[in-house]
């Protein structure tokens, strides 16, 4: 539905319907987030992930995928270097996020440059 919103139309599926539920159920899990972890790492791993998979993907279910891969790594790798140099776990997971696009980043830049077409 999320994806292909024609083809469940066209399936006879209750789009509208599924997209309120899906949009109120995105809600939730946000607001719900919010409260455990906080508003600025929930808004990164919304956005940084993404956008870093942006780069690397040419189609939306292959940028969903980097993305949630992605987010997993930030939090991982920002989990072990919160513990290893003893600091919040919640901005150092944003910090790993950022460093994680920032490398992407520079990836395609790099290639940019390389190949100007």
């Known amino acids: 539905m999320t994806l292909h919103e024609e083809l469940a139309f066209a399936e006879g599926a209750p ?3 599924l997209r309120l539920f899906l949009v109120m159920l995105m809600a939730l899990a ?3 987030a919010m409260k455990i972890v906080g508003i600025l790492l929930i808004t990164a791993m919304l956005i940084i992930p ?3 998979a942006r780069m690397l993907s040419s189609t939306p ?3 969903a995928i980097l993305a949630a891969l992605a987010g997993m790594l930030a939090v991982t790798l920002g989990l072990l ?3 290893r140099a003893d600091t919040a ?3 150092t997971i944003v ?7 920032l490398v992407v980043q520079g990836r395609e ?9």
């Open 30 to 32: 946000v607001a719900m």
């Open 50 to 52: 993404a956008a870093a």
């Open 81 to 83: 270097v919160s513990f």
């Open 15 to 17: 789009v509208l319907a």
């Open 89 to 91: 776990a919640g901005p």
């Open 61 to 63: 279910e292959r940028m």
């Open 109 to 117: 830049w790099l290639r940019s440059r390389r190949d100007p077409s």
């Open 95 to 101: 910090v790993v996020a950022l460093a994680l696009f």
